[in-house]
């Protein structure tokens, strides 16, 4: 049945039809992650770089009552802008819609839009996940649901490293969620190549990662994948002096009473304070990788289709 809310550009319409390769991205990167006009440069290059390995990027929002799955200059603009931009996951999608309001979409929303879409390859910074102390708070990022459910592949540089990784990866194993290693045994954190926590199995071949993902959908099993894709070696940071970082920012989140969906950019904010911006120039780096990375896996895919 067709989706009176969903809105997909041309380019993007014509590319699913003819079986070219699609890859995902979302917005709350833009509007939550980064400052103007750093979030535009940044948005302008993971396009380029999907572009150049042969794919087709679909950067994601929600603007004017609409799902958008490929945004145009104009509404990059609104969304790096980010004047009035709300950050959506799955339980606000219906509530922005009807009130039309302009949100951008996390992990959880943009897988949401990308199945809508026939989208099956999406590239993000991290995934979100448990939160350090959720045994008490209950503080468990909607991604994890959403990737129990939505069959899309999610390429990440792991979970953020301000979480609680062991947990995370006891939910996902118990959602029945697969986290390969994109050619590492190691659950990379995010700024770091390795948590000391190990991925399902390693694939050390984009042919092989696209041939996992076809046979898994293929045998109707729901929900989607994560692809964990370490931060270049270059870009690495030292793990213990990240984790000396995240533990002052989550105190300085404790004391100014941050809970929910604010958690994460305040502490993404504070960290990279703490570290002079190392840590945000990290996040650019990994990010442009995951792109790299999952527009090479689509292509495969899209081969086997």
């Known amino acids: ?3 009176k809310y ?4 041309d380019e993007i319409r014509q ?3 003819e079986n070219k390769p699609v890859v995902a991205l979302e917005s709350t990167i833009l509007s939550h992650g980064m400052p103007f006009p750093e979030n535009m440069e940044f948005s302008h290059k993971v396009e380029e770089i999907i572009r150049a390995e042969g794919a087709i990027p679909a950067t994601t929002a929600i603007i004017g009552g609409k799902l958008k ?11 790096c802008k980010a004047d009035g931009v709300g950050k959506v996951s799955r339980r606000d999608v219906a509530t922005y819609l009807a009130t039309k309001k302009t949100g951008a979409t996390t992990v959880a929303t943009t897988m949401m839009l990308a199945e809508m879409a026939g989208i099956r390859v999406f590239a993000t910074g991290g995934i979100g996940g448990v939160h350090r102390g959720a045994e008490t708070t209950m503080d468990i990022s909607a991604d994890l649901q959403e990737l129990a459910n939505t069959q899309v592949a ?9 979480l ?26 995010f700024y770091c190549r390795r948590s000391g926590c190990k991925v399902d199995c390693r694939i050390d071949t ?8 076809k046979t898994k959908w293929d045998l109707g099993l729901k929900g989607g994948v994560v692809i964990a894709n370490p931060i270049p070696e270059e870009y690495e940071l030292d793990f213990d002096e990240m984790e000396a970082v995240i533990n002052r920012a989550l105190e300085a989140a404790k004391e100014a009473n941050i809970h929910g969906k604010d958690t994460t950019p305040f502490l993404l904010s504070h960290i990279k304070e703490y570290t002079n911006g190392v ?5 650019l780096q990994l990010a442009y990788n995951n792109a790299r990375v999952a527009a090479r896996i689509a292509i495969e895919y899209a081969k086997m289709k």
């Open 1 to 3: 049945m067709e989706n």
């Open 6 to 9: 969903l809105s997909v550009t």
């Open 15 to 17: 590319a699913l039809k």
């Open 69 to 79: 799955v490929g945004l145009t200059g104009e509404e990059l603009d609104v969304m």
């Open 154 to 162: 999610v390429v990440c540089a792991g979970a953020k490293s301000l």
């Open 164 to 189: 609680d990784i062991p947990k995370t990866l006891e939910y996902l194993e118990t959602m029945g969620v697969p986290v390969l290693g994109m050619g590492t045994e190691d659950f990379p954190a």
């Open 206 to 213: 984009y042919a092989e990662m696209a041939a996992v993902l």
């Open 279 to 283: 840590s945000f120039a990290s996040n």
